[in-house]
Nanobody
Framework: QVRLVESGGGLVQAWGSSRLSCLVS????????VAWFRQAPGKEREFVAA????????YDVDSVKGRFTISRDNAKNTVYLQMNNLKPEDTAIYYC??????????????????WGQGTQVTVSS
């Protein structure tokens, strides 16, 4: 059973930074595509960033590119999301997710089999 546990959320001031972590157990991270999604109150869960198993990353261009960076440490089975220049509109629950299905869109939440429970990030103005 694959299990994902996020950590690192909390209260951050606007223009500050925070790093989220996602520990993957029960599976080998190096064989997965991994992504971060977020869900703000009253909104649908949306794509933030993804890292392919073979290398390469994808970001939601409009909202986070240039401010957020996804990375992975396969030896530690951990995925990170470094968030800089945070804005109040970044406030959301952040989820990590993994899939070992190749050749699918990494921006669609429907293509991920395993999800973490989420971690709250609140950005104060």
């Amino acid at each position: 059973q694959v299990r994902l546990v996020e950590s690192g959320g909390g209260l951050v001031q606007a223009w500050g930074s925070s790093r989220l972590s996602c520990l993957v157990s029960g599976g080998t991270l190096r064989s997965y595509h991994v992504a971060w999604f977020r869900q703000a109150p009253g909104k649908e869960r949306e794509f933030v960033a993804a890292s392919r198993w073979s290398g390469g990353t994808t970001y939601d261009v409009d909202s986070v590119k240039g401010r957020f960076t996804i990375s992975r440490d396969n030896a530690k089975n951990t995925v990170y999301l470094q968030m800089n220049n945070l804005k109040p509109e970044d406030t959301a629950i952040y989820y990590c997710a993994v899939t070992n299905t190749y050749g699918v869109s990494l921006t669609s939440r429907r293509n991920y089999e395993y999800w973490g429970q989420g971690t709250q990030v609140t950005v104060s103005s």
